[in-house]
């Protein structure tokens, strides 16, 4: 594996892969890699003949009051893990590299981001969309990683995409999951044993709305009810939101009768979780996204 | 020569060119081809495989008050035009073809578009960008070419490209001229004859500058006061403005020790004319941009 940290070394070594007409799969994170990241670079190896990953904590996706410094970052593990997930070249740049002045372009999105966790990070996902559009133009990737448990940002992602005619295809990968069923999160080691032994119930709460589509149920306000009950029935942390929206557009729905989001935050002491579900108007979960 | 008109077609075009490992030189315009566009393609032509070119009048650019609707189209004679000059690939897209939907991803520029014809366009550039990124991804093009007539949008396409990392080389192409030194624009065939006659005065008068920087003279102040005596003098029209700024920067300087843009807009009865020269410390012409 390569690890490149400059981005015209970057750009030559995927001119070079170009030239060899090889497929690039290409898996954008900021690091700290879990489960969750590998899995997105193990599919990303499985349908293409490279597998580019990059590490890169972007500073412009942090707010004011979001701790930019504090991030977690561990590049001996993630290099560890990367090589050993079969990822070809790991490209890990400065912040000067990929910002080397103030930016003069400036990108932004409308919709999609004032619903789910877009409330509590204005900007977020402008900085998101900056990033990857420069990541996007080095790797020049064929097909695009990204996991379904930030299901706002696939959404946001595939706008940026299509609204731009990307030459690419967004690829959305199933949450990865604990055994009992909690997404698997870098957050989760921030849990009490007992927050940890409740917070299964996140999912389970989701199911439970699922359950209920699953029957036939098409009104949205009677199924987050149902999954609000549930959570609320076995968790001590507090509520953040659970929503049901049309998906990827993100819009609030009267009925089901398209492919919907059904998605939760849930605050603990020390650690704020999410989870969701993608699914048909017929209440079957949808793992993979395009 | 190819005319396409859905962007599907032209992109599977474009992959079969990349496959060939073809260099693709690209011209943008809105149409109504005139030598200077011609000029664009023929030095795409020398540089490159192949040259595309397309013809899209952008809704987007044009603010409230600009009449989209009116803009001269003759899709006939441009045509004719591109296949003699050895276009290989003519794209007209239409709007819809374009934007299927409402954007959700907004592109907008902070610097380099409040100064010159900037001022009485303000959002203007946001469309160009947009509109630019999407015929990058669809052409993918190895060299894009635009005329330094318009070198403001020169310099917000060098901003775009070097912010966000695109893969692909800018060319900017001096402004072509009459046999006396107008600058060709479909706009002249509105002058009166006498306007006519004086509106070579304006690229006079920018001359008149540039002998001063010759001689030695730094200060942007007495330089634009030579400009606008000597166009004032022969011209008739009113000054719309006449300005010199860092390029591609487009910043105010106060004393010339790096390039700078020389560059006038004059309002006639029925036509705004504009010009510029792009001027080394030196007060030599820089014909190429990059």
């Keep these: 594996m390569q690890v490149i940290r400059s981005v015209n070394t970057m750009s030559e070594i995927i001119q070079k892969y170009h030239l060899q007409h090889k497929q690039i799969g290409f898996v954008a994170t900021m690091g700290f890699l879990h489960e969750g990241h590998l899995q997105l670079m193990k599919e990303a190896k499985k349908e293409n003949a490279i597998v580019v990953a990059s590490i890169f904590v972007n500073p412009l996706q942090f707010g004011p009051n979001e701790d930019f410094?504090?991030?977690?970052?561990?590049?001996?593990?993630?290099?560890?893990?990367?090589?050993?997930?079969?990822?070809?070249?790991?490209?890990?740049p400065t912040v000067k590299e990929m910002y080397p002045h103030a930016m003069l372009i400036h990108m932004s999105i409308r919709e999609r981001v004032n619903v789910l966790c877009g409330h509590s990070r204005p900007g977020h996902f402008d900085g998101v969309l900056t990033v990857l559009t420069k990541l996007f133009h080095i790797i020049r990737p064929t097909k695009v990683y990204f996991g379904l448990k930030d299901a706002q940002q696939v959404a946001v992602v595939d706008a940026l995409i299509q609204d731009l005619n990307f030459p690419m295809e967004l690829v959305g990968l199933p949450t990865v999951r604990e055994k009992d069923g909690l997404a698997k999160s870098s957050r989760n080691v921030n849990l009490k044993e007992h927050e940890r032994r409740e917070a299964v119930w996140i999912y389970k709460g989701l199911l439970a709305g699922q359950q209920l589509l699953l029957k036939g149920e098409g009104n949205p306000a009677l199924i987050i009810k149902e999954v609000t009950q549930t959570v609320e029935k076995h968790i001590s942390g507090k509520i953040d939101y659970i929503e049901l929206l049309s998906y990827p557009a993100l819009k609030p729905v009267s009925t089901i009768n398209q492919q919907v989001i059904l998605a939760a935050a849930v605050y603990f002491d020390e650690a704020r979780l999410i989870d969701n579900l993608i699914l048909h108007p017929n209440g079957k979960i949808i793992n993979r996204y395009n």
Tied chains: 1, 2.
């Design 69 to 92: 410094e504090k991030y977690p970052r561990d590049e001996q593990s993630d290099t560890l893990l990367a090589e050993k997930t079969g990822v070809d070249v790991l490209f890990i």
